[in-house]
């Protein structure tokens, strides 16, 4: 559905994306960084606004800059809030509509459609300046929906929100990830996670990791992971933690020994005996975090330079 071959999007000076290539095929997809890590740069070349400054981008085949065939199958929930307060969703949504080729007609059937299912009928002709966070959201997220597109892009559709707006949002995207296909941007992983989604994450511009959740863990399964523990003689402890083996490396936080190992079980059991014997009293042991937060954050600490 998109691939992008060595592609590098500048800004004057600036790297947006830095020799991406990649390939995502139909069905959800979530797209995972920090913020500033190029990911609205990576949709943007994705859904047309940005021309690559080098490399090429492909959409169900052709390239998307400028390109009607293309841009009438994607629709697009912005980061950004809609900067005219004073149009009521109903109006802005059949005006999205419109764009895509549809009659007056049609484009307020569909405008009516897309309000009801986002749960804004009730609010479709108040002034947007008069909703809510979580309101003007949904209007964006119906503007994306409306003309009923192939692919729908989401860049940080849930950023902002109320605990409760956040859930309800993030069970329509989850519904609509059964009938099209999706790129929901996002740089906390728990709101694609649900998603039953493919994962891209994309770091300092570069694209550092894609795949299943399951190949992602297996990247990592690959690195030591770190085991915090808790001790009243933090130094000798990690002196101790050196003459175990099998050590990647060791540093002091306060009274806690983080130690980074391939062999996490094997070594806590081998620290805990040796820690008796050379009477080190241990308060706490935490294992490595091997959630997909944990994966993430890994990664992330991986491409800043720190091992583990």
């Not at 830095?18 to 500033?36: E, F, M, S, Y």
């Not at 109006?91 to 419109?98: G, I, N, S, T």
């Not at 459609?113 to 479709?124: D, F, I, K, N, P």
């Amino acid at each position: 559905m998109i691939t992008l071959e060595h592609v590098t999007k500048l800004y004057g000076s600036v790297i947006g994306v830095n020799d991406v290539t990649v390939a995502l095929g139909a069905g959800a997809h979530g797209l995972l960084g920090p913020n500033g890590a190029g990911k609205t740069t990576f949709l943007g070349l994705v859904t047309g606004q940005l021309r690559p400054t080098l490399g090429t981008v492909r959409v169900f085949g052709e390239q998307p800059f400028g390109n009607p065939r293309v841009l009438r199958r994607i629709g697009y929930c912005p980061a950004a809030d809609l900067l005219d307060r004073t149009v009521t969703p109903r109006a802005w949504v059949r005006y999205l509509v419109r764009l895509a080729g549809f009659s007056a007609a049609a484009a307020a059937a569909r405008a009516d459609h897309a309000l009801e299912q986002v749960g804004l009928t009730a609010a479709a002709r108040r002034p947007l300046v008069t909703l809510s966070k979580g309101m003007r959201q949904r209007a964006k997220l119906a503007g994306a929906i409306a003309h009923d597109p192939d692919l729908v892009v989401l860049d940080e559709p849930f950023n902002g929100l109320d605990p409760v707006a956040r859930h309800d949002l993030v069970a329509l995207v989850r519904s609509w990830a059964t009938a099209r296909s999706l790129i929901v941007a996002s740089h906390l992983l728990h709101e694609v996670e649900s998603l039953d989604a493919g994962l891209a994450v994309i770091l300092g511009g570069r694209l550092v990791a894609s795949g299943g959740a399951a190949e992602i863990r297996g990247l990592v399964d690959a690195l030591p992971g770190e085991v915090t523990i808790r001790c009243a003689e933090p130094r000798q402890f990690a002196e101790l933690a050196f003459r175990i083996g099998g050590v990647e490396g060791v540093r002091i936080e306060g009274d806690a020994v983080i130690v980074a190992t391939h062999r996490p079980v094997a070594f806590v059991e081998q620290a805990a005996v040796r820690a008796l014997d050379e009477g080190l009293h241990l308060g706490e042991v935490v294992p490595a975090d091997r959630s997909l937060e944990g994966i993430f954050g890994q990664l992330v600490r991986l491409h800043r330079g720190v091992k583990a």
